[in-house]
């Protein structure tokens, strides 16, 4: 189901604790399961139920760890005419400056 085309209309549609879809980027996410594991707790997930959470995930640096395990709830993309204008590698980018080298 990866591939399927989900409008924000949609996604608006999936905003409670028990049915939570999210928009990060240009994709959608459903992380109905993963509410209540979310260390920040399930408020900071819930206050986006529905929404668009790209530049609230952004903005608290999140590793590429947890990006690696975002992918695993992805759902869909969003048409191309409701996708925001940013560049993906900008963020991707800002989350290698905080991973540790290894020596």
């Known amino acids: 189901m990866s591939d399927s085309i989900i409008t924000r209309s949609e996604v608006n549609m999936h905003c409670?604790?028990?049915d939570c879809w999210i928009i990060?980027?240009?994709y959608?996410?459903?992380v109905t399961k993963f509410v209540d594991l979310h260390p920040?707790?399930?408020e900071i997930l819930l206050e986006f139920a529905?929404?668009?959470a790209t530049d609230a995930f952004e903005?608290?640096?999140h590793s590429m760890c947890a990006r690696m395990m975002l992918t695993k709830f992805k759902i869909g993309s969003l048409p191309e005419d409701e996708r925001p204008d940013f560049i993906q590698a900008e963020y991707i980018t800002?989350?290698?400056i905080s991973l540790p080298m290894a020596h």
Do not use: I, L
Request: hydrophobic letters at 20%.
């Open 24 to 26: 990060v980027g240009n």
């Open 59 to 61: 903005s608290v640096g």
């Open 94 to 96: 800002h989350a290698k």
């Open 16 to 18: 409670s604790e028990d």
């Open 50 to 52: 529905g929404g668009d």
């Open 28 to 30: 959608v996410y459903d």
């Open 40 to 42: 920040g707790g399930p």
